[in-house]
C-alpha cells in the first residue's frame, strides 16, 4: 500500500520505571540493546523513475517505531494486572503466543499477576459465566506442542464495548493483550478509546492472528507459514489421487475469505497445483476462454489436473446471502462444492470420464500445532507485546515489516484488508508456477488515459 502514513503510537504517559531487564545502551560490548523510542524503520521501500523525494521526505515520512525493551517504563512490574484473551477462528501458533506473553511477563519483568480470560470477547461478559484462569510458566510450559487455543477462543462480542472495559475495571487489569485479526483488533481499538473517554492508564496491545494474512501493512501474521504447510501437504494428496487416476482431478478448497494469500504460497509451495483461484482475480466458468474451458483442455493433454480455490473465490458466481456471522463477516457461498458439482455437469455433458477427488482441509489447518518457523515468530511477536505494554504503548498491534518487529498503530491496521495484488510480482509468480491463463474468461478494459501509469 503506497502513501503517506502517520504511524505515531499512542503512549499511557512518560517512561520514569528503571526496567528490570539489565541490557545496554553501548555498542560492542557484546550485551544486548535496549530500543529507544528515537529508532524507526522506513515503511516506503520502492524508488520510481521521475518521482523524487526531499531529504526531509525520506527521513520523516513513514516512520515507524521498532518494537523491544526500553530502559525505562510506564507501569511498575509489582502493580501490574496483565490479561490475555484469543478471539475469532482457531489459528496455528496461538498457544505460542499465550506462552510467551506470560513467560516474558513472568521471567523477565517479574509480573506475578496474570489472567487467562477464556473465550474470546465473551469471557467478560457475566452473562456467560465464564470463570478467568490465573496463568504462571508452569501452566503454559507445554502448550505450544500442541494446537488450538489454551484459553478458548469465540467470535463476536466484540461490539459489547461498555460492558468489556467495565469488566477490566472490576478485574484491575492495567495490561491486556488481545490476539486476533482484523475484526478483533478493531474491537480492541473501541475498547481502548472507551478506557481513554473514562480517564483510565490501561495499556491495550494488539497481537495480530489471522491466517488469511489479511492484516495490512504487516509483512506476516503468525499461523500463516504453518498454514501453508499444511495446505501443500493436501495439496499432495489430490496430486496423488489426480495422477493415479484415469482423468483425475483433485480440487482443495483453502482459507481466504477476501484474500488468497494461502492459495498463492501454496501454489508456489507445491509445484503441483495447475489452477488457483482467488478472490483478486474473477474468472468466468464458461466461454472458450472459462475456467471449464481450460481445465478441459488440461485433461486432454495431461490427463489430470489439481486445482485450488480459495473460500472467497468466484462468490460472484454464486447465490448472495446477505448473512453475516458473529465476526461481522459476510457469510459466503461454498465456492468448493459449487465447482465440485459443475466441473461433474461439464465433463458428464462431453461425454468425458472423470475421476474427481474433492478435499477442504480448512480445519485441520486451522487446528494444527505451529511448525518450527511460525513458533519463532509467536515467541518473538509475544516477548515485543510485552516490551510494548510494559512501556505504556497502547492502541497497536505489533508487527513485522521488512523483516523487522515495529509497533503499528491499530487505527492504521484495521482501515482495510491486505489483498493479493493481481498485477504484483507474487501472483506473476504463481502464474509461472501453475501454467494458468493469465485471464480465464472476459479480459479486463484498461482505459487509455490510465495505461503505463504507476502506482503512486
Not at 5 to 33: H, M, Q, W, Y
Request: glycine share 10%.
Amino acid at each position: 500500500m503506497k502513501g503517506r502514513f502517520d504511524f505515531t503510537v499512542d503512549s499511557l504517559g512518560e517512561c520514569k520505571v528503571p526496567s528490570p531487564i539489565k541490557l545496554s545502551n553501548e555498542r560492542g560490548d557484546f550485551i544486548a540493546n535496549y530500543v529507544k523510542d528515537n529508532e524507526y524503520i522506513r515503511y516506503n521501500l520502492d524508488v520510481y523513475e521521475n518521482v523524487l523525494e526531499t531529504e526531509a521526505d525520506a527521513y520523516n515520512n513513514n516512520l515507524i517505531s521498532k518494537a523491544g525493551p526500553r530502559e525505562f517504563i510506564y507501569f511498575n512490574p509489582k502493580h501490574v494486572h496483565a490479561a490475555i484473551c484469543t478471539c475469532g477462528g482457531l489459528c496455528p501458533g496461538l498457544n505460542d503466543v499465550i506462552r510467551a506473553v506470560v513467560r516474558c511477563l513472568w521471567n523477565r519483568y517479574g509480573v506475578r499477576r496474570i489472567t487467562g480470560i477464556r473465550y474470546g470477547y465473551k469471557g467478560f461478559l457475566n452473562e456467560y459465566g465464564f470463570d478467568t484462569i490465573e496463568l504462571d510458566p508452569d501452566k503454559v510450559d507445554d502448550i505450544h506442542k500442541t494446537g488450538g487455543s489454551f484459553l478458548g477462543t469465540s467470535r463476536g462480542a466484540g461490539n459489547r464495548v461498555i460492558d468489556i472495559v467495565d469488566a477490566i475495571e472490576r478485574l484491575n487489569i492495567n495490561i491486556l493483550f488481545i490476539v486476533g485479526g482484523d475484526g478483533t483488533q478493531r474491537g480492541a481499538l473501541e475498547i481502548a478509546e472507551e478506557i481513554e473517554r473514562r480517564g483510565a492508564k490501561i495499556s491495550v496491545v494488539g497481537i495480530p492472528k489471522t491466517v488469511d494474512n489479511d492484516l495490512l501493512f504487516i509483512q506476516k501474521s503468525f499461523g500463516f507459514d504453518t498454514a501453508v504447510v499444511k495446505a501443500t501437504e493436501a495439496v499432495s494428496a489430490a496430486h496423488m489421487e489426480a495422477h493415479s487416476q484415469i482423468n483425475g482431478i483433485g480440487l482443495v478448497k483453502l482459507m481466504g475469505r477476501e484474500s488468497g494469500f494461502i492459495a498463492t504460497a501454496t501454489a508456489l509451495a507445491s509445484h503441483e497445483v495447475n489452477f488457483c483461484l482467488i478472490p483478486e482475480v474473477p474468472f468466468d466458468l464458461y466461454g472458450e476462454h472459462g475456467f471449464l474451458n481450460e481445465l478441459e483442455q488440461r485433461i486432454l493433454e495431461r490427463n489430470h489436473a489439481v486445482v485450488i480455490v480459495a473460500e472467497g473465490a468466484g462468490q460472484e458466481l454464486l447465490q448472495a446471502t446477505g448473512e453475516k456471522d458473529a465476526s461481522g463477516n459476510i457469510k459466503l457461498g461454498d465456492i468448493g462444492t459449487f465447482l465440485r458439482d459443475k466441473i461433474s455437469e461439464h465433463f458428464k455433458e462431453r461425454n468425458i470420464h472423470i475421476n474427481l477427488k474433492y478435499m477442504d482441509p480448512s480445519y485441520q489447518i486451522r487446528s494444527a500445532p505451529a511448525v518450527a518457523v511460525d513458533s519463532i515468530y509467536c515467541e518473538r511477536l509475544g516477548n515485543n507485546a510485552v516490551h510494548a505494554a510494559m512501556a505504556g504503548k497502547t492502541k497497536l498491534v505489533i508487527g513485522l515489516v521488512h523483516d523487522k518487529f515495529v509497533l503499528l498503530p491499530t487505527r492504521l491496521v484495521t482501515i482495510q484488508r491486505n489483498k493479493v495484488n493481481p498485477e504484483g510480482s507474487l501472483w506473476r509468480d504463481a502464474i509461472d508456477a501453475t501454467g494458468q491463463p493469465l485471464y480465464m474468461g472476459v479480459k479486463p478494459k484498461v482505459e487509455p488515459e490510465k495505461r503505463g501509469k504507476r502506482e503512486k
